[in-house]
T-cell receptor, first 116, second 113 residues
């Protein structure tokens, strides 16, 4: 079974600054995918970014980028130029590569507050 | 694309009552998932379907919970009888399978008094 750990329950950052959210995971799988989801106060779960384990290049989506360290089983999210709208819960998630289904295993989440 | 649609958005019921949560997945998505979110346990997978067939229901907490998917465009999660500890946000999600990400509905907040 896979486990996902987010060691920072809460974080805060000043608007326009950069913040990094940590995530580690434990798996015996070699082929898998990693995701970051954002959950704002509206409760909606929004996909932020995705990384394939077989790709060495770190994924980037506008102000969001990841630092994927496969050997260390680490998958951190960096948010640059933080905006007030980035205030939300952030969840790291693991997906095993399988023909039987692609369920996600989530970490416990990090609550991020962006301060003006 | 309207996304995954869940109803109701909020549900308040008394202990012992039957509760039915509904979900319409994105058209063309072969996989449907039900997750539960609580402060204590985070996001837990309850059950998922592939082509309307339940594949893994090991996350369903007990026999009071049941889920069905009678067709490709509709699924229900039923709790009978409901208990206060069932209070949570229940999410439905769908995907194309493979490495495709899950697309979530807005969730149903259930309160059992």
């Amino acid at each position: 079974a896979q486990t996902v750990t987010q060691s920072q329950p809460e974080m805060s950052v000043q608007e326009a600054e950069t913040v990094t959210l940590s995530c580690t995971y434990d798996t015996s799988e070699n082929n898998y995918y990693l995701f970051w989801y954002k959950q704002p106060p509206s409760r909606q779960m929004i996909l932020v970014i995705r990384q394939e384990a077989y790709k060495q290049q770190n994924a980037t989506e506008n102000r969001f980028s990841v630092n994927f360290q496969k050997a260390a089983k680490s998958f951190s999210l960096k948010i640059s130029d933080s905006q007030l709208g980035d205030t939300a819960m952030y969840f790291c998630a693991f997906m095993k590569r399988s023909n039987a289904g692609n369920m996600l295993t989530f970490g416990g989440g990090t609550r991020l507050m962006v301060k003006p | 694309d309207a996304g995954v649609i869940q109803s109701p958005r909020h549900e308040v019921t008394e202990m012992g009552q039957e509760v039915t949560l509904r979900c319409k997945p994105i058209s063309g998505h072969d996989y449907l998932f039900w997750y539960r979110q609580t402060m204590m346990r985070g996001l837990e997978l309850l059950i998922y379907f592939n082509n309307n067939v339940p594949i893994d229901d090991s996350g369903m907490p007990e026999d009071r919970f049941s889920a069905k998917m009678p067709n490709a465009s509709f699924s229900t999660l039923k709790i009978q009888p409901s208990e206060p500890r069932d209070s949570a946000v229940y999410f439905c999600a769908s995907s194309l399978g493979g490495s495709s990400p899950l697309h979530f509905g807005n969730g149903t907040r259930l309160t059992v008094t």
